[in-house]
């Protein structure tokens, strides 16, 4: 069973979606807010969410940005009337895999749609055989094996145990915090830290032009492709 999270306040177009969904072999779940879609989305149940930017209780993007907070990378299309390029920049930088302007043709919508369900199956694949993939970055957790560009990274056996926390996390936020208690783990490994930090992006941000690797200010850092 292939679940949908759909988050669509309109009555008409949410049973229109709801009954392609069902025709295209999957399992609708509906809700109309941000606050049903977010109680919903504690854990990678679904397969792929729609996500209406207009909600009548909060902004769609913090939907979007709340699941991104609690490390769900589960595809997410926003569906908006907004159709300017700072709209879908923001939903985009904010963590959509895609963006779709209504009005659209159902056609594409479902097509859309199943091409975000083979994404999150290759991921959950990926993830299984504990490979993580962030833009051209690949983190091998069960080899400890680092790749940028299909160039692999020699890494120290902290740095590789850093790295592999974000890779398990990327998206999200990490505290300083987070990895003295979950991979330093000792006072004297916890003071530097940020010395870590700055290794690992000498050795797998320099020389590219994307880089992955950032500090959040005044929150930690995240490992990211947006």
Not at 111 to 138: E, P
Not at 194 to 200: E, Q
Request: with cysteine; net charge positive; hydrophobic share 40%.
């Amino acid at each position: 069973m292939m679940e949908i999270l759909l988050i669509e306040p309109n009555d008409s177009l949410r049973e229109l979606l709801c009954e392609r969904l069902c025709g295209e072999g999957f399992t609708p779940v509906a809700v109309r807010t941000g606050t049903d879609a977010l109680r919903l989305l504690t854990s990678p149940r679904f397969e792929s969410v729609l996500l209406e930017w207009s909600l009548p209780d909060m902004d769609g993007v913090a939907v979007l940005r709340e699941m991104r907070t609690r490390t769900l990378d589960t595809p997410v299309m926003v569906i908006s009337t907004r159709g300017s390029v700072a709209d879908r920049v923001l939903a985009l930088d904010s963590g959509a895999d895609d963006y779709l302007l209504r009005p659209f043709h159902m056609d594409e919508c479902m097509a859309r749609v199943r091409r975000m369900v083979r994404t999150y199956c290759r991921r959950a694949a990926a993830v299984r055989n504990g490979l993580h993939c962030i833009a051209d970055l690949t983190v091998d957790t069960n080899r400890h094996v680092v790749t940028r560009g299909g160039k692999r990274i020699p890494l120290s056996a902290k740095e590789c145990a850093i790295l592999e926390y974000f890779a398990a996390r990327a998206g999200a936020t990490v505290t300083r915090e987070e990895l003295e208690q979950n991979v330093t783990q000792s006072a004297a490994d916890s003071a530097i830290v940020p010395v870590y930090i700055h290794y690992l992006r000498k050795k797998v941000d320099d020389g590219f032009q994307l880089k992955l690797l950032r500090t959040v200010r005044s929150k930690g850092y995240v490992l990211s492709a947006s």
